[in-house]
C-alpha cells in the first residue's frame, strides 16, 4: 500500500506549527521573565538608593555625640539650639565652694568644646583655682561660593573658524548700538552682584547664630555662682568672643579676653581691629610671640586701641611652653590665672578707708 502523500504533508505542517508555537512560547516567557527580573533589579536600585540617601549619617554630628559621651561625669553636657542644628557645650564648676566667677570660651576655628591643644587644659584645670568654665563649640563658616565663569569654555574655542573671503565680507564693522553695550554691562552687573549679597547674607545670618549661642551659654551661667563673667576667645576664636560682647558692653562684671587672637579669614566678617578701635570696656589681649607675623598683628592692634584712647586696653605677651615636662601641662593656665586675679579680680576689691590723722592732747597722754 503507497502512502498518501498529502496525508504525510498534512502530518509535517502540523508537527512544524506546534513546534513553532513552542518555541514561541519558550521565547516569550524567557522575555517575561527578563523584564520581570530588569524590572526586580531596577526596583532593588532604587530601593538601595533610596535607603542610602535616608541612612546618610551627619559625621559632624556624629563627632560632637561622641565627643559627649566621653566626657567625665563632671562634666555637664549641654546643648545649644543653632537653627537647624545643635551645638556642644561642656560646662564644669569649679571645685571651690566660692568661685570667683565664670569663663565663657569661644574655640578656634575648625575645633571642638574640647580641643586637646588649649581648650581641654584652660576648660579643666582652671576649675582647680575657683573658676567655672563653660565651652561651647562654633558652627562653621558658610562655604564660599564659586564665582560665575567668565572666560571662553574650551568648546567655545574650538566653534572659532578660520577665515575665509566669505566670513570676511560678512564681518564687516558694524557701528556699535550703545544700548546693548550698556545692556550686557548691565547684565554682567546683575550676574555677579547676587554673589557677593548672597556671600554677606549667609554671614549676617552667621553673626546672629553665634550671638544667640552666647546668650544661651550665660544663661547656663547664670545659674551657677560667680559674680565675673571672662568672655574668652581663642584664635578666631576671639574675633566672635569679640563680636559677641560688643553687643553689649555695657554689662556689669563681664570682661573681656582675646588669647592669641586672629582675624577670621572672610571679608565680610567682623574686622578685628575696628572692634578693637571701637571698643570702650576693658580688654586684655594676650598673644604668643611665636615669629614676625604675630609681631606685626599684636603691634597693629596694640596702635588700633591707642588711637582709640582705650585706656582699658592691656596686651601682654605669655611665656612659651615650659621646657619642664612636670609643669608643662600647666604652663599656660597658670599663666591664665595670674592674668586674671590682677588684672581683674584685685582691680574690683573696694579699697580700705582711709585711716583719720589722731591727735594727743597736750599733758593727758590720751587720744582725741
Do not use: C
Not at 8 to 21: E, R, W, Y
Not at 30 to 43: K, P, R, V
Not at 123 to 146: K, M, V
Not at 179 to 190: E, K
Request: proline share 7%; aromatic share 4%; net charge negative.
Amino acid at each position: 500500500m503507497k502512502p498518501n502523500k498529502a496525508l504525510i504533508f498534512a502530518l509535517f505542517l502540523s508537527s512544524s506549527a506546534t513546534l513553532h508555537g513552542a518555541q514561541g512560547n519558550d521565547a516569550n516567557k524567557s522575555s517575561s521573565q527578563n523584564s520581570a527580573a530588569e524590572n526586580t533589579e531596577t526596583a532593588a536600585a532604587n530601593n538601595q538608593t533610596d535607603a542610602t540617601v535616608r541612612i546618610m549619617p551627619d559625621l559632624w554630628q556624629q563627632q560632637q555625640q561622641d565627643l559627649a559621651q566621653a566626657q567625665s561625669p563632671e562634666t555637664e553636657v549641654i546643648w545649644l539650639e543653632a537653627g537647624e542644628r545643635k551645638q556642644l557645650a561642656l560646662l564644669l564648676r569649679a571645685a571651690s565652694s566660692s568661685p570667683a566667677g565664670s569663663v565663657l570660651i569661644f574655640p578656634d576655628r575648625a575645633t571642638s568644646a574640647d580641643w586637646p591643644a588649649i581648650v581641654h587644659p584652660l576648660r579643666t584645670q582652671l576649675t582647680e583655682y575657683g573658676w567655672n568654665t563653660l565651652s561651647i563649640t562654633l558652627p562653621d563658616l558658610p562655604e564660599e561660593q564659586i564665582p560665575p565663569r567668565t572666560l571662553p569654555t574650551l568648546q567655545d574655542i574650538r566653534k572659532v573658524q578660520t577665515p575665509t573671503d566669505e566670513t570676511v565680507s560678512n564681518t564687516t564693522p558694524q557701528p556699535a548700538d550703545p544700548t546693548a553695550v550698556n545692556s550686557q554691562q548691565a547684565s554682567d552687573a546683575t550676574t555677579s552682584v547676587p554673589d557677593n549679597a548672597s556671600a554677606e547674607k549667609s554671614l549676617l545670618a552667621y553673626q546672629k547664630t553665634v550671638t544667640e549661642l552666647g546668650q544661651q551659654a550665660s544663661s547656663q551661667l547664670a545659674e551657677v555662682e560667680g559674680d565675673v563673667r571672662i568672655i574668652l576667645g581663642v584664635g578666631e576664636g576671639a574675633d566672635w568672643a569679640m563680636y559677641y560682647f560688643l553687643q553689649d558692653e555695657t554689662q556689669a562684671n563681664r570682661f573681656l579676653v582675646l588669647l592669641d587672637p586672629a582675624q577670621v579669614d572672610d571679608k565680610n566678617a567682623p574686622n578685628l581691629l575696628q572692634m578693637i578701635s571701637d571698643a570702650k570696656a576693658p580688654i586684655l589681649d594676650l598673644w604668643f610671640d611665636r615669629n614676625s607675623v604675630q609681631q606685626q598683628q599684636a603691634s597693629l592692634r596694640k596702635r588700633a586701641a591707642r588711637r582709640s584712647g582705650n585706656k582699658g586696653y592691656r596686651q601682654i605677651r605669655l611665656n612659651q611652653r615650659s621646657a619642664d615636662p612636670r609643669r608643662e601641662p600647666l604652663w599656660l593656665t597658670q599663666q591664665l590665672r595670674g592674668i586674671l586675679k590682677t588684672h581683674i579680680l584685685d582691680t574690683r576689691k573696694p579699697e580700705p578707708p582711709k585711716a583719720e590723722a589722731m591727735e594727743l592732747t597736750p599733758g593727758s597722754g590720751q587720744l582725741n
